[in-house]
């Protein structure tokens, strides 16, 4: 934790009257394009620790952050302090000495080390350090950390050394604050694509192993009874089910190597249209004539997974040449619709376990963004698949 940057006596001396204010402006605009990088954040408060311990001409410096619970500051740089300070300085309560005083009040203060002296039983304080200035680190009344400056001398700092700090740790604090929103985020998303992920192998699969656990029950049933017609047709219906399961479970992977654009939902479209063509050979005509698409990040995770089952079935079944996504605005709805030109449902021949749960999982959608899932089919006219659900900004998604 100590800072591995050996300081010359030149740049630890107290700064002459009006020559703190090059390395201070340089400071200053550090920290302003810090404040939208990707620094690590305990790097950039030990970076700027260095130039404030400059700037006021101290002996030594820390910086301390609040604990989650807020509760504590954690201790996680210095420059210049003795190992059996750092080491019992790694925690310190909130409310503790002068740092406790400079976060109840949001102002920088500055004290003698006698009360440090007297919490920590070390010869440090009052011996080669003589004064202590604790400098909070606060955005939007929220104290966010302290920085320390140890002085050798005890004087109090210059009144334009103080100011200067006071606009650092403004900076600062908005620095830490961004970074405690980015670990938020981070968090969220996280949390959001494990709930994600969670729905749609519940929707992929629980309906086919519900089944097959059906199906099982029957073939045990045929087996006791020594019914050889009905356990072949048992038999039969399990190992379907689980061909579907299978096939689901390859499909489920494949969407989620496929994720969702961040630019929103039109882009992600294009690309699983292009997508799609390229691996089916069938041509995708995409339009979307609505010119604000304006949804959640969950409804537009509905919608695009239903155009995703939409194009699963098309490739499997319909032996279409072309196809059509669109997506468009009608009075107050949305409608989302992939349409083919192949042979129709009635065509296919094919009512088995993957076509059915296929269609319950687009209509279990569907019910989330308040909406329905329309099929039209018709032999040899192709297969029209129509998502509606309302454009209203007040609907809220249904919990899974």
Not at 236 to 241: C, I, K, L, S
Not at 300 to 326: P, T, Y
Request: net charge negative; hydrophobic share 40%.
């Amino acid at each position: 934790m100590e800072h591995d940057d050996d300081l010359t006596a030149a740049e630890t001396a107290a700064p002459a009257h009006g020559g703190y204010k090059i390395p201070a402006l340089r400071a200053l605009s550090e920290i302003t394009t810090s404040l939208s990088s990707d620094n690590d954040l305990e790097d950039l408060l030990e970076r700027f620790l260095s130039t404030m311990v400059k700037l006021a001409g101290a002996a030594a410096g820390a910086v301390r952050v609040l604990t989650p619970d807020g509760s504590h500051l954690r201790l996680v740089g210095t420059i210049g302090l003795p190992r059996e300070v750092i080491e019992r300085e790694q925690y310190v309560p909130l409310e503790c000495g002068i740092c406790g005083t400079a976060a109840g009040t949001h102002t920088i203060e500055s004290a003698e080390t006698s009360v440090c002296r007297e919490r920590t039983a070390l010869a440090y304080f009052g011996n080669t350090c003589k004064r202590v200035i604790a400098i909070p680190l606060r955005n939007k009344g929220k104290i966010m950390g302290v920085y320390n400056l140890f002085l050798s001398e005890n004087k109090p700092v210059a009144e334009d050394i103080a100011l200067l700090f006071d606009s650092i740790s403004e900076h600062l604090g908005m620095a830490l604050e961004n970074a405690r929103l980015t670990r938020e985020n981070i968090r969220i998303t996280l949390m959001n694509e494990r709930q994600m992920l969670a729905n749609e192998i519940h929707d992929s699969l629980a309906q086919t192993l519900a089944y097959m656990k059906m199906r099982l029950a029957f073939l045990n049933e045929a087996l006791q009874t020594e019914d050889a017609p009905a356990a072949k047709k048992y038999l039969g219906d399990v190992d379907d089910a689980m061909e579907s399961a299978y096939s689901r479970l390859r499909e489920l992977l494949t969407q989620f190597r496929h994720r969702m654009d961040p630019r929103g939902l039109i882009p992600a479209l294009k690309d699983v249209a292009d997508d799609f063509s390229k691996q089916s050979g069938i041509k995708v005509e995409f339009s979307s004539p609505a010119t604000d698409v304006n949804l959640l990040p969950e409804q537009e995770v509905q919608v695009f997974h239903i155009v995703q089952e939409a194009l699963a079935n098309v490739s499997k079944h319909s032996r279409a040449q072309h196809v059509r996504i669109s997506v468009a605005t009608a009075g107050d709805q949305y409608v989302v619709a992939v349409e083919d030109d192949g042979i129709g449902l009635s065509g296919t021949g094919q009512n088995g376990v993957g076509m059915h749960f296929g269609m319950n999982i687009m209509h279990e959608r569907a019910e989330r963004l308040s909406g329905g899932v329309d099929v039209v089919s018709r032999a040899g006219a192709g297969t029209r698949v129509e998502l509606k659900f309302p454009v209203a900004s007040q609907r809220r998604t249904r919990k899974a």
